[in-house]
């Protein structure tokens, strides 16, 4: 291929032509070379703003299974019944108080 790539700069100088081909593979690559960046700076954004927006999602959901457990945790209501020991029935008067 090197070897075919020369023989036409060859044939192109012969023809006087090299400075036009020379201009018009320089542009080839300058695209080539540009389209890479743009897509590769492209893609670079799109997955920054793709793990941002995961990153915001997790925080929400961290959030949200904290106020939830905060709503509904029931195990530290305090009880009126807590203070008296299990089991043993409650102090039963003479009746008089009625």
């Not at 090299?18 to 799109?46: F, R």
């Not at 195990?75 to 299990?86: C, I, L, W």
Request: aromatic share 8%; no cysteine.
């Amino acid at each position: 291929m090197l070897i075919f790539i020369l023989f036409l700069l060859l044939l192109a100088s012969i023809f006087g032509v090299l400075a036009a081909v020379l201009k018009v593979a320089a542009a080839i690559v300058l695209a080539v070379v540009l389209a890479v960046a743009v897509l590769v700076a492209g893609g670079y954004y799109y997955l920054r703003r793709r793990v941002r927006g995961w990153q915001r999602d997790m925080e929400r959901e961290v959030e949200r299974r904290r106020r939830h457990g905060e709503a509904y945790d029931i195990r530290h209501v305090p009880n009126e019944a807590d203070g008296e020991p299990p089991g043993e029935p409650p102090a039963l008067g003479d009746g008089a108080e009625l």
